[in-house]
């Protein structure tokens, strides 16, 4: 939920700031004319991956006591 509201506010601010630019196109431009002549290759890699060790711990929390009770009615 916090996360779609991020995104709209995100999309709301980039709209205004588009919104109020004029833009004109004076070259269409064009991409480069590329030639491959021999194939990639990959590097090698050597990866460790972390050591994680994951445990539950169980733990009490104390937290205070709330009374609610309705408020009073006002009598002005």
């Known amino acids: ?14 709209s205004f700031s588009v919104a109020g630019c004029k833009v004109e196109v004076k070259d269409e431009g064009r991409l480069p004319d590329v030639e491959v002549k021999d194939a990639g290759e990959l590097p090698e890699v050597d ?29 002005n």
């Open 47 to 75: 990866i460790d991956p972390a050591n994680v060790e994951i445990t539950t711990d169980t733990q009490k929390i104390v937290t205070p006591e709330v009374n609610t009770s309705p408020a009073a009615p006002d009598t």
């Open 1 to 14: 939920m916090m996360r779609t509201r991020l995104l709209m506010a995100v999309v709301a601010a980039v």
